[in-house]
């Protein structure tokens, strides 16, 4: 009998395990786990806009809700629900006219059928978009690193808490991180080697990206950067002949290698002129080959959402709309590129005007945007925004193996055992789309951030150069359990997660907030508190976009993200349940802590008290009469304010979820935390 023989010292025990059995399983843990975490979640802020205006397309071929993000994302995700039974809002209607993307949505989710029901479906087409991100990490991880490296990939994609937050919501992050992604990798390999496959690969990759979103143009200076080497340093350059030999020897004749720099410039020249007619032509395609948003101009009063400049009445036309729209927050009209280019592409009709028009609207709504960060609300972008949220958003474990990798490439040069153009790529990429949004003037979330996360996957996966000595295996095997562990602990909680360094996902509201820890996802869970407390009268200040009563609680309404007419809360006994942006005051300056630290406000406050609770005197004026009414209509407007902005320097009795603070307060309570 022959004994089997020891493995090589090198030989680790996944080498011996095909991959064409490990890739799947690790993506069917991916899909588990984005499946349990997504069925419990609520539909967040984002959602009702995208899900909404994504059916709007299929529904009826019109686009004038929410231009300001491109369709595919939206189309890919509603694309099942032409196959779900569901009921259509009325075109008639007037939320339909003004193009009012929330009133449509919370029509057609909450009253005229199940919504929930809808999104299950939705988010199922976003999964599969995160597994594919997933898959093209250990592809690319291994072209460039290696087997061992790209298994390394797979885990940290696969257990990444960033990639599941995102990665299974209606929204537009995780598709452009993943078009990106595949451009990037296209563009390497085209700038190899020239094939009818790989030019439609880079073409659709970037045609797609473009539909994604509109911050698509900074995957050009990679694109570029790659294509200045292969011009100037003149690596192999092969355009595929479309004759072969009947040799299956003669290589030349399957190939043209191009060595002179003027042939290789309009060959790239040409390249290029290709992805540009290939991604103009996909966006008319989108769009349904119709400049005007409008399936039918019979309407002349259709409008699209609008961003009011400072003292100045809503346009009530397209044409002021959009006379609004190329002007700055104070009126003046709008410089730089953008503006340039939408004003030049509207007058001679280059591009859709909704296309034309959602570029607009999302260049002026980065003006001035609130965003929160550690216990300060501003208006405008700061540069340590991205870097804070990346460092305390981001697993541990994964900057550890990032600095390993980093390590491991400068160590050895030789680690890469594929090609140095994409890797320039992904590089470049990580560095001009890191520089644009530190400096952008929008910090609302570490979600924009998804695009860098791919490549940096990759780099993560490098560590696996660690794994030929004992203590690297030790180490890098500790850190990929330390990243489950991380990972099991925060499902199925993966949007409110926070590492270990910024004290966990309780701590969080101190250094963010919206889409970082709240965007609505908790009404689902707050619906079965309810129904396990049902003699506890719930108030709420809510932060998302679904209607709570909805969800078949009963409540009373605190101020709110949305102006909510229906049920407002009395000041009373009861159990106020907050979300964590509102009790932050991001976009409510009453609730925030600069607005109260103004002693000129806090007097106001105590005076407009003294007012309301003043009686009518016998033989009072009608204009005295006048002002008591307006202060005690401004001071019960600005009481439960009072009440958020105290109820922030106390902790809550109890969490649901993580976003939803609940306070269970007496009469007593409320009286003292709004008094004067």
């Known amino acids: 009998m022959t004994l089997p023989s020891r493995p090589s010292t090198d030989e680790l025990w996944f080498d011996r395990i095909p991959h064409g059995l490990l890739v799947p399983v690790a993506l069917a843990v991916t899909a588990v786990l984005a499946f349990t975490s997504y069925v419990g979640d609520s539909i967040t802020a984002d959602e009702m806009s995208h899900l909404t205006s994504g059916m709007s397309y299929l529904q009826t071929g019109d686009f004038r809700l929410a231009p300001d993000h491109p369709p595919l994302p939206k189309l890919w995700a509603a694309l099942p629900l032409l196959f779900v039974d569901h009921a259509w809002p009325d075109a008639a209607s007037d939320a339909w006219r003004r193009g009012d993307v929330w009133r449509v949505g919370e029509n057609w989710l909450f009253e005229l059928n199940d919504g929930e029901r809808l999104l299950v479906f939705a988010r199922g087409m976003v999964v599969l978009l995160l597994l594919a991100v997933c898959t093209t990490a250990y592809a690319v991880t291994r072209s460039l690193l290696g087997r061992r490296a790209a298994l390394v990939a797979l885990a940290v994609a696969t257990l990444s808490p960033t990639l599941l937050a995102h990665g299974c919501l209606v929204t537009t992050d995780l598709p452009l991180a993943l078009f990106s992604f595949l451009a990037l990798l296209a563009a390497a390999?085209?700038?190899?080697?020239?094939?009818?496959?790989?030019?439609l690969g880079l073409a659709g990759a970037t045609a797609a990206a473009s539909l994604s979103k509109f911050s698509w143009p900074l995957l050009l200076p990679p694109m570029l950067l790659m294509a200045a080497v292969v011009i100037f340093r003149e690596p192999p350059f092969e355009i595929a002949r479309w004759r072969v030999s009947r040799s299956p020897t003669d290589a030349?004749?399957?190939?043209?290698?191009?060595?002179?720099?003027?042939?290789?410039?309009?060959?790239?020249?040409?390249?290029?002129?290709?992805?540009?007619v290939v991604v103009w032509l996909s966006i008319w395609t989108c769009y349904g080959w119709r400049f005007s948003p409008f399936r039918t101009m019979a309407n002349g009063s259709a409008m699209m959402v609008t961003i009011r400049d400072t003292g100045r009445a809503p346009p009530k036309t397209m044409d002021e709309a959009w006379e609004t729209i190329l002007h700055d927050l104070e009126g003046r009209p709008a410089r730089g590129l953008v503006a340039a280019f939408v004003r030049g592409?509207?007058?001679h009709r280059l591009l859709p005007e909704a296309y034309l028009y959602g570029l607009a609207y999302t260049r002026k709504s980065t003006l001035r945007r609130p965003s929160y960060l550690l216990g300060r609300v501003r208006s405008?972008?700061?540069?340590?925004?991205?870097?804070?949220?990346?460092?305390?958003?981001?697993?541990?474990?994964?900057?550890?193996?990032?600095?390993?990798?980093?390590?491991?490439?400068?160590r050895r040069r030789s680690v890469l055992v594929g090609d140095n153009l994409l890797a320039i790529g992904l590089a470049a990429f990580v560095c001009v789309y890191g520089y644009v949004t530190v400096t952008a003037g929008i910090n609302i979330g570490h979600r924009h951030l998804l695009p860098l996360y791919p490549?940096?996957?990759?780099?993560?996966?490098?560590?696996?150069?660690?794994?030929?000595?004992?203590?690297?295996?030790?180490?890098?095997?500790?850190?990929?359990?330390?990243?489950?562990?991380?990972?099991?602990?925060?499902?199925?909680?993966?949007?409110?997660?926070?590492?270990?360094?910024?004290?966990?996902?309780?701590?969080?509201?101190?250094?963010?907030?919206?889409?970082?820890?709240?965007?609505?996802?908790?009404?689902?869970?707050?619906?079965?508190?309810?129904?396990?407390?049902?003699?506890?009268?719930?108030?709420?200040a809510y932060f998302g976009s679904a209607p709570p009563w909805h969800y078949g609680f009963e409540c009373e309404m605190l101020p709110s993200y949305k102006p909510v007419d229906r049920f407002p809360a009395k000041l009373s006994e009861g159990t106020y349940v907050i979300s964590v942006t509102q009790l932050l005051g991001v976009y409510d300056r009453y609730v925030g802590e600069a607005f109260w630290a103004n002693p000129a406000n806090t007097r106001a406050y105590a005076?407009?008290?003294?007012?309301?609770?003043?009686?009518?005197?016998?033989?009072?004026?009608?204009?005295?009469?006048?002002?008591?009414?307006?202060?005690?209509?401004?001071?019960?407007?600005?009481?439960?304010?009072?009440?958020?902005?105290?109820?922030r320097e106390r902790d809550p009795d109890q969490r649901i979820g993580q976003s939803l603070f609940v306070f269970h307060l007496s009469q007593a309570d409320v009286d003292r935390l709004t008094q004067p």
């Open 345 to 347: 592409a509207r007058e």
């Open 607 to 647: 005076r407009l008290a003294e007012l309301a609770a003043a009686p009518a005197s016998p033989g009072e004026s009608r204009a005295a009469r006048t002002q008591r009414e307006r202060a005690r209509k401004q001071f019960q407007q600005l009481r439960p304010r009072r009440l958020l902005s105290r109820l």
């Open 189 to 199: 390999r085209t700038l190899q080697r020239v094939t009818g496959l790989r030019l």
């Open 380 to 410: 405008t972008g700061r540069a340590e925004y991205f870097p804070i949220a990346f460092a305390i958003k981001t697993p541990v474990a994964m900057m550890v193996l990032l600095a390993a990798g980093t390590v491991a490439l400068a």
């Open 252 to 276: 030349s004749a399957k190939s043209l290698r191009l060595t002179g720099r003027p042939l290789r410039v309009a060959a790239v020249s040409a390249i290029a002129l290709f992805v540009a």
């Open 455 to 540: 490549p940096l996957i990759v780099l993560a996966g490098a560590a696996a150069g660690w794994l030929g000595h004992r203590a690297g295996r030790w180490l890098t095997g500790a850190l990929l359990l330390w990243l489950a562990v991380t990972n099991l602990a925060a499902h199925p909680h993966y949007l409110s997660y926070f590492n270990e360094l910024s004290g966990g996902p309780d701590k969080g509201h101190l250094y963010l907030a919206d889409s970082n820890i709240d965007w609505g996802q908790d009404l689902k869970r707050l619906a079965r508190y309810a129904k396990q407390h049902p003699h506890e009268r719930i108030k709420l």
